[in-house]
């Protein structure tokens, strides 16, 4: 096969699995709170999400809060404005990250987890606010969780070359970035 035909043949793949993830989620995507709430909890195993709370995060930044939890754990249904399902389940310290992001302010110095175990869709694993695909391409993670926080910049042997792209090994997202953050496959 001919480098054009195989790079002609990738490319329509590329584009033939954007369109299905974009389709499917549009069918999937949560409308009501209940099916939110479901969607959140299959960010993280169920031990975890089970007493969680769920919020669902608004355009602006802002939260509603879908149910209170009891063990201090966060679950965020699936952000529609992503192609993706990436609902996630995270710890204190990791929505404090989160806030901090939305909010383009600088993170506190804490280490924090996330579960998303649905996987991940990202415009761009350089740019964290980027609203459309790095050269036409997103960055997909399957199923992982992440380390976030300013110290995690300091850990050494996770991939940086910021390919990222259909990641399956640990690396390295928004390096360099106040959001740099490690993101780890689970499966
Ligand atoms: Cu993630």
């Known amino acids: ?29 949560p409308k009501t709170d209940a099916a939110k709430i ?14 969680a709370s769920v919020v669902e995060m608004n355009e602006d930044g802002s939260m509603k809060e879908l149910r209170k939890g009891t063990n201090g754990w966060t679950c965020v249904p699936d952000d529609p404005s992503t192609p993706g399902n990436d609902p996630m389940c995270l710890d204190p310290s990791a929505m404090e990250w989160l806030h901090a992001y939305l909010a383009k302010s600088p993170p506190p110095d804490k280490i924090g987890f996330i579960y998303m175990l649905q ?20 960055t997909i993670t399957g199923p992982h969780v992440m380390v976030v ?39």
């Open 1 to 29: 096969m001919s480098t054009f035909t195989c790079q002609t043949s990738a490319l329509l793949l590329s584009v033939f699995i954007e369109t299905m993830s974009v389709g499917a989620t549009q069918a999937a995507a």
């Open 38 to 51: 479901e969607n959140a909890m299959t960010a993280a195993p169920p031990a975890v999400s089970r007493n």
């Open 149 to 187: 926080g300013p110290g995690v910049k300091k850990v050494p042997g996770y991939d940086r070359t910021g390919n990222g792209v259909n990641a399956r090994i640990p690396y390295v997202m928004w390096k360099d970035t106040p959001y740099e953050h490690l993101m780890i496959p689970v499966r």
């Open 119 to 138: 996987g991940g869709w990202d415009f761009s694993n350089l740019d964290p606010y980027a609203t459309k695909p790095d050269g036409g391409k997103a």
